[in-house]
Structure formats: structure tokens, C-alpha cells
């Protein structure tokens, strides 16, 4: 069972950063990609960013210039660095991650989310 402890949110104004950070463990299978996603007040999840075990990543047009998704794969963590931020870019932040873990185990994990509000 995968454990992952997101951490990072918060309130900031308009034009600010956040940076966070979720630490994946209990994996005895190899992490293949870790994301992030949000859900605004109101609105399904979305896609934020995405970002391989070979490094590859893929951003929301919403996203792209603004944020940057990178991992440390030797302590098995996902950050999200989020500078020009938006009053739209409130929401709950998910950690995701999706692993080796072969058929029929689950090889897709969430983490609890957190809280990112931004003011104007």
C-alpha cells in the first residue's frame, strides 16, 4: 500500500508562489509517473502536470509557463513549483502517483489533497 504526504498549500495573493511537495512510500513497485491535479470549488478534477520516472513532462495550456513539476526519484517525491498564481488557480491540489504494480493489484494512488487558495 502506498502511502503519499502532500504538503505545501495555502493562502498567498495574487501574483505569488506556492511550492508543493508530496512524498511518496510503501511502494514495493516502481513509480512509474506522479502528477498533480486540482479541483476548483464546484468542478470536477483536473489535470495540472504530470511528470514521468524518465523526467517527460506535460502541463495544463492553463498551467504552462507558470508551473513547474520536478522529482527527486531517489526520496520517491513530487513538487510543484507554482509562481504567477491566479485567484483561478483555487482549488484542492492531489497528489497521484501510478506504479509497476501488475494486474490485478491498484497501481494508482491519490493523496489526501491540499487546500490552495489565492486571493486577488
Known amino acids: 500500500q502506498v502511502q503519499l504526504v502532500e504538503s505545501g498549500g495555502g493562502l498567498v495573493q495574487a501574483g505569488g508562489s506556492l511550492r508543493l511537495s508530496c512524498a511518496a512510500s510503501?511502494?514495493?513497485?516502481?513509480?512509474?509517473?506522479m502528477g498533480w491535479y486540482r479541483q476548483p470549488p464546484g468542478k470536477q478534477r483536473e489535470l495540472v502536470a504530470t511528470?514521468?520516472?524518465?523526467?517527460?513532462?506535460n502541463y495544463a495550456d492553463s498551467v504552462k509557463g507558470r508551473f513547474t513539476i520536478s522529482r527527486d526519484n531517489a526520496k520517491d517525491t513530487v513538487y510543484l513549483q507554482m509562481d504567477a498564481l491566479k485567484p483561478e488557480d483555487t482549488a484542492i491540489y492531489y497528489c497521484?502517483?501510478?506504479?509497476?504494480?501488475?494486474?490485478?493489484?491498484?497501481?494508482?494512488?491519490w493523496g489526501q489533497g491540499t487546500q490552495v487558495t489565492v486571493s486577488s
Open positions: 497521484n502517483v501510478y506504479t509497476s504494480a501488475p494486474w490485478p493489484m491498484n497501481p494508482d494512488y
Open positions: 510503501g511502494s514495493i513497485f516502481s513509480i512509474n509517473r
Open positions: 511528470i514521468t520516472s524518465g523526467v517527460g513532462t
